[in-house]
């Protein structure tokens, strides 16, 4: 069993930057987030997958360009450095992992959760 640790969020004016981290317990193949606003469904934002030519990342549409998922793997840790914040990026961010090395976007995929850390962007 894999735990995962978060850290970060809070809130930030729009236009804003903050950084989440997330400490894995164990090996993963992939680690990255999700987020969930209310009344809507956890929506996949970024991964870092780990292959044998090195570290892939994915990111969804809306978060290409200002948002940027990084991670160390001798500390099983995975950070995401959120840029140009939008008030539609406010949600609970959600660190998820698997020992896969799968780019899944995909929130069922993902076998290993953390608590969720929320992210609040308002003036």
């Known amino acids: 069993q894999v735990q995962l640790v978060e850290s970060g969020g809070g809130l930030v004016q729009p236009g804003g930057s903050l950084r989440l981290s997330c400490a894995a317990s164990?090996?993963?193949?992939?680690m990255g987030w999700f987020r969930q606003a209310p009344g809507k469904e956890r929506e996949f934002v970024a991964v870092a997958v780990v292959k044998w030519s090195g570290t892939r990342t994915y990111y969804a549409d809306s978060v290409k360009g200002r948002f940027t998922i990084s991670r160390d793997n001798a500390k099983s840790t995975v950070l995401l450095q959120m840029n140009s914040l939008k008030p539609e990026d406010t949600a609970v961010y959600y660190c998820?992992?698997?020992?896969?090395?799968?780019?899944?976007?995909?929130?069922?995929?993902?076998?290993?959760w953390g608590q969720g850390t929320q992210v609040t962007v308002s003036s």
């Open positions: 164990g090996y993963t193949g992939s």
């Open positions: 998820a992992a698997d020992r896969t090395s799968s780019p899944n976007y995909n929130a069922n995929e993902y076998h290993y």
